[in-house]
């Protein structure tokens, strides 16, 4: 099995993290969407959405970090990651649900993407009505985030890690680009923490650092 990845990606870091973290056996190869690799007609022919990541399993391809998280899981017989028992997993669907839907829509595409990619970038008054679109609704996302998805539990379905937590993490950690105070949400704060003592955190997270680093100087609009 292949994934195809940028390290840099904030899409491509939860199936690089769970990858590591529970020492799955797939090949990583490195797409270089910087230089553009990702609308190579080789790449495009493997998903027409010229977007990474993406998962090679024979000849069966999978687009969606979260579906390629649920696979890996299903396909590694990681039941705890990943519930077979109906609610629990039912659970664990919602949260990565959610994260990609309620929390994403706005925290990626009306905050921190507009901020730190060029091609995101909008025009003239364009770029602050979409930052005074995203900053109330990134505001109360957070909140419930804090406040009832993770509540006093350690993770995000409760007391267990799940891939929901290895995709949620990596999708909030996208704001560390633009400096996201997240000490005005303590239990995000701890969660963060939480997840960035797995082992394979630091080893999977060297580009995200350095991407943080280039962007440290730059002003940005924050929840
Ligand atoms: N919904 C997709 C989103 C994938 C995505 O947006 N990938 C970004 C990197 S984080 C990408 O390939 N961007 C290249 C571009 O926009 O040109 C997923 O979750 O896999």
Redesign the pocket.
């Given at each position: 099995m292949k994934l195809y990845y940028?390290p840099?990606?904030?899409?491509?870091r939860p199936l690089a993290l769970f990858i590591a973290d529970q020492a799955l056996e797939v090949e990583l190869e490195v797409?270089d969407?910087l230089k553009?690799e990702?609308?190579s007609e080789a790449f495009a022919a493997k998903n027409p959405?010229?977007?990474?990541?993406?998962i090679e399993d024979g000849d069966f391809l999978l687009?969606?970090?979260?579906?390629?998280l649920k696979y890996l899981a299903d396909k590694h017989g990681l039941t705890g990651m990943y519930p077979t028992e109906l609610q629990a997993r039912a659970r664990v669907n919602e949260r990565m649900d959610w994260f990609?839907t309620g929390f994403y829509r706005e925290y990626?595409y009306h905050l921190v993407y507009p901020q730190i990619?060029p091609?995101?970038k909008r025009e003239g008054a364009a770029q602050q009505a979409i930052l005074d679109w995203g900053v109330p609704r990134c505001k109360e996302a957070l909140r419930v985030l804090n406040d009832h998805v993770l509540g006093d539990n350690p993770y995000v379905c409760g007391q267990s890690v799940t891939i929901a937590d290895f995709f949620g993490v990596c999708l909030v950690t996208a704001g560390e680009h633009i400096r996201v105070d997240f000490s005005a949400y303590p239990n995000i704060q701890a969660w963060i923490e939480r997840m960035k003592a797995r082992s394979s955190w630091a080893a999977t997270h060297a580009a995200h650092e350095g991407l943080r680093g280039m962007l440290a100087e730059q002003e940005f609009v924050t929840p």
């Open positions: 940028h840099v990606s904030i899409t491509s797409v969407i553009g990702h609308h959405n010229k977007l990474v990541p993406l687009t969606e970090s979260s579906a390629m990609n990626g990619f091609n995101h």
